[in-house]
């Protein structure tokens, strides 16, 4: 199962609300890549992760890519960045 940080928890909180969306999801790319973009909803498939009235959808394909990772967010003057550890 992903774990997600506080600190990226609070950061989807606020994407989220920014835009209006339900959640965040975490999906394979076609090039093979993982993404994290904002979400309207889940996909039939997909797993969801709450945690602090936040919600994180992970698709079918990246599930495996996910298990037992940790989401985190990284700053630096002028932006931030998730990464996956």
């Known amino acids: 199962m992903l774990t997600i940080t506080p600190r990226a ?3 989807i ?3 989220t609300h920014q835009q209006e969306a339900t959640g965040m999801r975490v999906r394979r790319t076609d090039c093979g890549s993982l993404s994290l973009d904002v979400a309207t909803g ?12 936040t ?5 079918r394909q990246a599930a495996a890519d996910v298990d037992h ?3 985190d967010l990284g700053s630096a003057p002028g932006s931030r960045a998730f990464y996956l550890r």
């Open 42 to 53: 889940p996909e039939s498939d997909d797993t969801v992760v709450w945690s602090r009235g």
């Open 9 to 11: 928890w609070q950061a």
């Open 69 to 71: 990772a940790v989401l």
């Open 55 to 59: 919600v994180v959808y992970v698709d």
């Open 13 to 15: 909180d606020d994407l």
